[in-house]
């Protein structure tokens, strides 16, 4: 599993969970959440705000509360939709897309793999990803309007 941020300038760095472990609360902050500040000013400047969807370590009381004393601010939880990846721009293009750049030649070890999906990420061209990011509004009004479902639209 690997975490990324997506903005309209580029990507944060990606982070990898070590085997044998989840993402949960604990990670989140540990491993992750420095990493969406520095990203964040990055390519987007000190007034960025982080969305997310509705994973529970996203989502958590600690979490939550992690951001707030970090001073990096979010779209509150209730203003977002749960779990959507009609609306999430990592799951409707940026994850389909690592695979298509991927070798078809199997990896041999862990560090294989995360080397393959590095590379595959920097692959992806940033206009590509502006592209996808672009179709947010008319997917967000298409999932408005069927009252919150999955979208069965084809976005091109």
Not at 9 to 31: C, M, Q, R
Not at 83 to 108: G, I
């Amino acid at each position: 599993m690997c975490f990324l941020g997506a903005t309209f300038n580029g990507f944060t760095e990606p982070v990898f969970l070590p085997a044998k472990t989840s993402f949960n609360t604990d990670f989140y902050i540990n491993e992750c959440m420095d990493i969406i500040r520095r990203d964040g000013r990055k390519l987007i400047g000190d007034d960025f705000i982080l969305q997310q969807d509705g994973a529970s370590a996203h989502k958590s009381k600690e979490t939550l509360l992690a951001f707030e004393n970090r001073g990096i601010p979010i779209i509150d939880p209730c203003h977002w939709p749960p779990n959507s990846p009609d609306l999430n721009p990592l799951d409707y293009f940026v994850w389909n897309e690592v695979a298509k750049r991927m070798p078809k030649t199997k990896f041999t070890n862990r560090v294989d793999l995360e080397r393959r999906i590095r590379k595959a990420i920097k692959e992806i061209p940033l206009k590509m990803l502006q592209d996808s990011i672009k179709k947010f509004l008319p997917r967000f009004l298409s999932v408005e309007k069927n009252l919150g479902g999955r979208i069965d639209r084809k976005f091109k």
